[in-house]
């Protein structure tokens, strides 16, 4: 599954001309392009999907929706280490 999922900047530099972004996605942090906000700010909150800081968002609503999607195990299905979770889920399968 693919989610769109709210993280906050961390910090943004240039990159081959290209403004980009380390985002904190509730501990776990990845680069994300910010061409589409190029007046996103340090600490501020956007939405990403597939790389791409898509929204602005309020913290409190990013907080929110982190929790949720870390409630519901998304947060590991969508950053998680992919081989260590297809080992678990084939575990899984030959215990059933």
């Not at 996605?25 to 600490?43: A, I, M, Q, S, T």
Request: net charge negative; with cysteine; glycine share 10%.
């Amino acid at each position: 599954m693919c989610l769109a999922v709210p993280g906050r900047v961390l910090e943004i530099e240039e990159r081959d001309g290209v403004r980009m972004a380390s985002v904190d996605f509730g501990g776990v942090v990845k680069d994300v392009c910010l061409e589409y906000l190029p007046d996103l700010r340090v600490g501020e909150y956007a939405i990403v999907h597939v790389g791409f800081a898509l929204q602005r968002l309020d913290e409190e609503s990013a907080r929110q929706t982190l929790a949720l999607f870390e409630g519901l195990g998304l947060l590991e299905e969508e950053f998680g280490d992919a081989w260590e979770q297809a080992a678990r889920e084939h575990e899984g399968e030959a215990q059933a």
